[in-house]
């Protein structure tokens, strides 16, 4: 994956010579298994093409709402768990919509995650290994 300091900020297509090339989180191509920070309910953040994401293959039972913040599940081995990556801005008719973190149009630096944090057998962070991109006091 490749981050800003706010979070996700896309995901790596391929790497040339002397360019990465790189899917900002909010392309059809991107999708990223996610939990809420809340309440853990899972599902998977998709790229819609525009500056949202969707939520989907969620459970029914899953306690979603306005303002949970999501992060990486761990799930799938894709990242490891709890990397900051959007916050729910909508919820309509079973229809859950998020912002990402991070900001995508103005931008200085981004940085590449080639080998994943520390984990444990779980697919958690290290007990000692801040939640990147999310507040330190949620």
């Given at each position: 994956f490749?981050?800003?300091?706010?979070?996700?900020?896309?995901?790596?297509?391929r790497i040339g010579q002397k360019h990465l090339y790189i899917y900002p989180?909010?392309?059809?191509?991107?999708r990223i298994p996610v939990q809420s920070h809340r309440t853990s309910d899972h599902?998977?953040?998709?790229g819609n093409g525009t500056q949202d994401m969707t939520l989907r293959f969620t459970e029914h039972s899953a306690d979603f709402k306005v303002g949970d913040?999501?992060?990486?599940?761990?799930r799938a081995g894709m990242a490891p768990n709890g990397l900051g990556v959007a916050q729910i801005t909508r919820?309509?008719?079973?229809?859950?919509?998020a912002r990402p973190?991070?900001?995508?149009?103005?931008?200085?630096?981004?940085?590449v995650?080639?080998?994943?944090?520390p984990?444990?057998?779980?697919?958690?962070?290290?007990?000692?290994?801040?939640?990147y991109g999310l507040p330190a006091d949620t």
């Open positions: 490749v981050f800003s300091p706010q979070g996700i900020f896309g995901r790596v297509d989180i909010t392309d059809y191509e991107v599902g998977i953040l998709s913040l999501l992060a990486t599940s761990g919820i309509h008719e079973h229809i859950i919509t973190l991070s900001d995508l149009v103005d931008w200085d630096y981004v940085m995650l080639s080998t994943p944090a984990i444990t057998e779980d697919g958690l962070l290290e007990p000692d290994q801040p939640a």
